[in-house]
């Protein structure tokens, strides 16, 4: 594991898969590794909520380098996408009153995702990390990083099944977000 530090106070985590013995876990696909660049969620990841699939992703994405063979980005600053705890609590508020999750960031005059990925690809290189499968289901993910120098060799799905407290939240990330979540309606 490693933390970053940037001028503006952010700080990031960074981590390797490595096998029982201490060496890396080998890329499976022709030594190019796996990364999953993972957004803070307090919400998700820490307390379990489940209103996202965050917490599961997350879960998930680790699994996923550990039988793969890569690294995990958790990038701290892009809570809420890039709008902070505060204001993901003041969204949740709207959403309870009937508005998705993209309609609350705007209502709270904020940008649909917010999250800006110039310090990750700065933590990619400097890892060396410049041509890797990225594991998201987020085109724009994919899009971002690679307007940043990194070359995306492929996409490995990090999916989450559903379940009834986030199946909207996944709907509009499907249908209003371009994610790719092929799942047909939630139970
Ligand atoms: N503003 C806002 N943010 C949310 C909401 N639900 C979850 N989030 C945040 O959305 C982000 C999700 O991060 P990721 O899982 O890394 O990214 P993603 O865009 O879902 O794409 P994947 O790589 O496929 O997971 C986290 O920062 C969460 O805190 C919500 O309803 N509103």
Redesign the pocket.
Known sequence: MQAWAFADGSEHISVQAMTAEGQPVPHELAGIPAV??????????IFGSF????GP??KQ?LEIIQRIGGYMIY?KN??????G?V??LR??AL?DQGL??LE??LRLG?G??E?DYRQTAVILHRLGLTKIR?????P??EMSLGELGIEIAGLV???IEPRAENAR?LET?RDR?N???PFSEAE
């Open positions: 999953r660049v993972h957004s803070e969620c307090a919400t998700g990841d209103r996202c699939d965050c992703q997350l994405g990038t892009h809570e809420g996408r890039g709008i705890l204001n993901k969204a949740y959403q998705d999750t609350a960031n904020l649909a995702d999250r990225l594991i998201t289901n987020n724009a993910k799905p990090d999916r939240y990330k977000m994610h790719l979540l």
